[in-house]
């Protein structure tokens, strides 16, 4: 099945303490971005990924770092958490170009709490 | 920059009710619209698109319209089930970026009651 995995779906922390959230996907897609999803305010993005070895910031790329080793992996790390970071994040993906029309798979999603 | 503006929610419907769930954008040249779905516990998937002015977009019952002479893409269902309670995301995408960034509205939730 044609998917985008992430990994922990839960996650409760503390202040300061490294976490890494992991995605993956299997449809051989070029393209790979993270979000955060905040009430009242939709999507942001956080980084993006057109391609193995290139990645981008986006909108809210503060306390956040990402890699992309390998096409299908992207995961999304949290240096030093902070009580700001709570929320809930999507990995999504999609191809390149007009292959991949802007339509992008997400991930169920990672909800993350802060403490 | 470019933007996109839902109503505000939540909005509670009776099955088989009516549904708008109005959007408005912001956008330089001729970008594409999308509506996605986010179902309670899971990701966002797309519900319709509409790449030019006056496609209709339309699945399982929903439609919407570009209009670009009103920069709206409402979404519309005649008849709404339980089964669409749901987060629904006005999209489009930014095609002053490298990259044709999609951007999202801050979505709508809606409650369908029996």
């Known amino acids: 099945e044609a998917q985008v995995t992430q990994n922990p779906r839960y996650l409760i922390t503390v202040t300061g303490k490294k976490l890494t959230v992991t995605c993956s996907q299997n449809?051989?897609?070029?393209?790979m971005s993270w979000y955060r999803q905040d009430p009242g305010l939709g999507l942001r993005q956080i980084y993006y990924?057109?391609?193995?070895?290139?990645?981008d910031k986006g909108d809210v790329p503060e306390g956040y770092k990402v890699s992309r080793k390998e096409k299908r992996n992207f995961p999304l790390i949290l240096e030093s958490p902070s009580p700001n970071q709570t929320s809930l994040y999507f990995c999504?993906?999609?191809?390149?170009?007009?292959?991949?029309?802007?339509?992008?798979?997400f991930g169920a999603g990672s909800r993350l709490t802060v403490l | 920059g470019n933007s996109v503006t839902q109503m505000e929610g939540p909005v509670t419907l009776s099955e088989e009710a009516f549904l708008t769930i109005n959007c408005t954008y912001t956008?330089?040249?001729?970008?594409?619209l999308f509506w996605y779905v986010q179902y309670p516990g899971e990701g966002l998937q797309l519900l319709l698109k509409?790449?030019?002015?006056?496609d209709k977009g339309s699945n399982k019952g929903f439609e919407a319209t570009y209009r670009k002479e009103t920069t709206s893409f409402h979404l519309e269902k005649g008849s709404v089930q339980v089964s669409d309670s749901a987060v629904y995301f006005c999209?489009?995408?930014?095609?002053?970026?490298?990259?044709?960034?999609?951007?999202f509205g801050p979505g709508t939730s809606l409650s369908v009651i029996p």
């Open positions: 999504a993906s999609r191809l390149n170009g007009q292959a991949g029309a802007n339509v992008l798979t």
């Open positions: 449809m051989n897609h070029e393209y």
């Open positions: 990924s057109m391609n193995v070895e290139v990645t």
């Open positions: 956008a330089t040249g001729y970008p594409s």
């Open positions: 509409a790449t030019k002015a006056d």
């Open positions: 999209a489009l995408s930014d095609l002053g970026t490298s990259y044709d960034k999609v951007i």
